[in-house]
């Protein structure tokens, strides 16, 4: 006999198998030695050849190790806040989990409004999406999986994890069911992490105007300040010479010596200033730079640069033209010092509003899981590509040389002049 059935329970039990219903329920029954244990009772009706009801068949199982698999489900729902969630729609009910009420911000035993359901979510984009979802369910049975906001039952936003499935009899959808999550933290989270990264990416972008701002003033002063001075200390050298009464060859010799060294400095100064800051990447342009870069590492290397640009580069602004060119400089001087390359092979096109850069090598290639990690060359290469909101791919095999693809959007980057102007776009 269950120990917990109440007269009224056995009263609607007995109604229902007075109508010719088959009654299943759970509850505690009673062994021998007195303990109880959790049943799951089925109860159908007998009848006579009269009809009339003259007996009861039952059958009770053991379900103590499915309610221990249940409280350790519960509890792990708990810990994941998972709650789930079920409309009958022949019954016209809707279930609640504890958890699901939960989320809602519902108080304990409030029933849900089965009339409100998509109203539950908040208006817009998300009411939106899981009307649609809905729909499709019933329509066809197909499942969703969203992340979207509700609007609680206090009146607070909160970001939930909404799963769905449908359950059909005779081809009319008769059930839907699901769960609900509560992950409100978890985009918090993702939000913060986001705001980090825009500021993080804002840093490393100022950070980077101001080394180029700074390769720019050394090399002016590096050219006029030094190179000046060169021209002048050359000039005295001149005049110096031209008022020696006595010519003397010893000394016509070392005369030249010092014009020869003074003239190799005003070289290196020039080559070091160029170095640093290019005046035609300023005075002529990304292409024109990108091309006079190529012939100066075929000259000082004796390799072959082949270089072409699209006839269709527009003026993409002084931040992209300098990330483009460090980038190119620092690929070729990889191809040079690492690679071994004798042909380096470089493009410069514009695709639906999107710069791509490519440059290819021949040379001896690399494991790119063990070499390429921790490759600080590498490293400044994909830390400008992030500052220019753009994308990269690196490719090389030992023997097969390497291959450098960028592409760097051109729509939607006014962020990235803006923090190069020093403004604000907010």
């Known amino acids: ?23 299943s329920g759970e509850f505690k029954l009673r062994k021998k030695d007195g303990t109880n244990f959790p049943a799951q009772v089925t109860n159908s009706p007998i009848y006579n050849e009269h009809n009339i009801l003259s007996g009861i068949i039952g059958i009770s199982s053991d379900i103590t190790e499915r309610k221990k698999l249940e409280d350790l489900l519960d509890k792990t729902n708990r810990l994941a806040r998972i709650g789930n969630w079920e409309v009958d729609i022949d019954k016209g009910t809707v279930y609640w989990s504890s958890i699901t009420r939960e989320i809602h911000e519902g108080d304990p035993g409030s029933e849900p409004d089965l009339g409100k359901g998509i109203d539950y979510y908040k208006e817009g984009e998300n009411r939106d999406r899981i009307r649609k979802c809905v729909k499709a369910c019933i329509t066809d049975g197909t499942p969703w999986n969203e992340e979207l906001q509700i609007v609680t039952l206090k009146g607070n936003l909160k970001w939930v994890g909404t799963i769905g499935r449908a359950e059909f009899r005779g081809g009319r959808c008769t059930k839907v069911y699901g769960s609900l999550q509560d992950i409100d933290e978890k985009k918090k989270a993702e939000v913060e992490i986001k705001k980090i990264n825009t500021e993080l990416h804002e840093l490393s972008m100022h950070l980077q105007n101001i080394r180029e701002e700074e390769r720019i003033q050394i090399a ?10 060169l021209t002048g200390l050359k000039m005295d050298v001149y005049v110096l010479n031209r008022k020696l009464v006595a010519p003397n060859e010893a000394v016509q010799e070392k005369i030249k010596e010092i014009t020869a060294l003074i003239d190799d400095a005003v070289t290196s100064v020039r080559k070091i200033a160029s170095n640093l800051r290019p005046n035609i990447l300023d005075d002529l342009g990304l292409v024109a730079a990108l091309e006079w870069h190529s012939k100066e590492v075929e000259t000082r290397f004796g390799i072959t640069v082949n270089f072409v640009a699209g006839e269709n580069i527009i003026d993409i602004g002084s931040s992209i033209s300098t990330g483009l060119f460090r980038i190119y400089q620092e690929a070729l001087t990889n191809a040079v010092r690492h690679a071994n390359a004798h042909l380096i092979t470089g493009s410069l096109l514009m695709l639906n509003d999107t710069i791509i850069l490519e440059i290819k090598d021949d040379g001896k290639g690399m494991d790119v899981d063990k070499e390429y990690k921790g490759h600080f060359g590498m490293l400044g290469i994909k830390e400008r590509v992030f500052i220019l909101d753009g994308k990269y791919e690196f490719k090389s095999e030992p023997g097969k040389g390497t291959s450098l693809f960028v592409s760097i959007p051109m729509k939607n980057n006014k962020r990235i002049h803006a923090i190069a102007d020093g403004t604000n776009i907010e």
């Open 1 to 23: 006999t269950p120990s917990e059935a109440t007269y009224e329970q056995a009263i609607q039990i007995m109604e229902e198998l007075k109508k010719g219903q088959t009654w």
């Open 220 to 229: 002016r002063d590096i050219h006029d300040e030094l190179g000046q001075q």
